[in-house]
């Protein structure tokens, strides 16, 4: 099941490259400052740890840690509390990231706050908000046009706690409105604090595999909406080997799908590619190559 999404990753990638200009200039590339989406699930916000400094790596940890998604509108909502425990974290954790594909994709920044003391510090102020182009693959010569939104936090603290949320919406059109996703239920540190929601309308199913865990959601379906939730408390730490290899995912986790069968994503994907003709002999030979050596799969 996991090389099920890597597969769908990795053609919608190459396939996204293609149509970018035909999106362009859909999206809005400066960040907005707007209330909380209302359909999100309202936890009570973690202001309280368990979790020692000595238990944590880099000089912070996660309090709480949200994650929302709305299959209809294509909204991800994101909401978490982190704790500065050394300077090594005030040096290292003071800045906030937002990547965003400005094609298809708004930027939505809901509050940053840092908590001194018990007392709320606002830090949004969209005029200090840096917008650049990273342009991450520029050395394999691929180009997505991604923005970040950058949020330096100025005069931070040891014992501070960082609050910050954030709704990115917008759905990438080479997806045919089909949701699919993943997510963690461990992480490297230990974490107070888990939520992940999904909101989907009722005759959309959601599919979801389980990873290296056996929680499954609690579901709740009124108002011809489903709802899928996990919600954690005091996450242990997850070590993982500095030798593991990058593509190989350590944590506990659940993948998500609105597709059914190999079937459906065959169907979806082949539209795509018509109008490109057959390949060239030297392609087709290569082709045939690899399909005596592997197989059709």
Not at 170 to 175: D, I, S, T
Not at 211 to 218: D, N
Request: aromatic share 14%; glycine share 6%; proline share 5%.
């Amino acid at each position: 099941m996991k090389h099920f999404y890597w597969r769908i990753f990795t053609v919608a990638f190459f396939v996204i490259c293609s149509i970018t200009e035909q999106v362009q200039g859909q999206g809005n590339k400066k960040p907005t400052l707007t209330p909380e989406p209302t359909w999100i699930k309202q936890v009570l916000h973690r202001t309280s740890t368990t979790i020692a400094p000595k238990e944590v790596n880099d000089g912070y940890h996660f309090l709480q840690r949200v994650l929302q998604w709305n299959v209809a509108k294509g909204e991800v909502y994101y909401h978490n509390t982190y704790k500065l425990t050394t300077d090594e974290g005030v040096q290292n954790s003071s800045e906030l990231k937002f990547s965003y594909d400005p094609n298809f994709e708004k930027l939505q920044l809901h509050k940053v706050i840092v908590w001194r003391n018990g007392q709320p510090l606002n830090k949004l102020d969209l005029k200090k908000v840096k917008v650049v182009q990273r342009e991450q693959g520029m050395e394999q010569k691929i180009f997505d046009e991604s923005l970040t939104a950058i949020i330096f936090l100025e005069d931070t603290r040891v014992g501070d706690l960082i609050e910050y949320a954030a709704t990115i919406t917008g759905k990438n059109p080479v997806f045919n409105d089909k949701f699919f996703n993943s997510f963690n239920l461990q992480f490297y540190d230990p974490v107070d604090e888990l939520l992940v929601h999904v909101v989907a309308p009722e005759h959309r199913k959601i599919n979801y595999k389980l990873y290296k865990t056996e929680q499954k959601p609690v579901v709740e379906t009124q108002q011809g909406f489903t709802t899928y939730t996990w919600h954690n408390q005091n996450l242990p730490a997850t070590p993982v080997d500095e030798e593991v290899p990058a593509w190989f995912d350590a944590y506990p986790g659940v993948y998500l799908s609105e597709f059914d069968t190999w079937e459906q994503v065959a169907a979806w994907a082949l539209p795509l590619y018509s109008g490109y003709g057959n390949p060239g002999k030297a392609l087709q030979a290569r082709i045939d190559s690899i399909r005596n050596e592997h197989g059709s799969d």
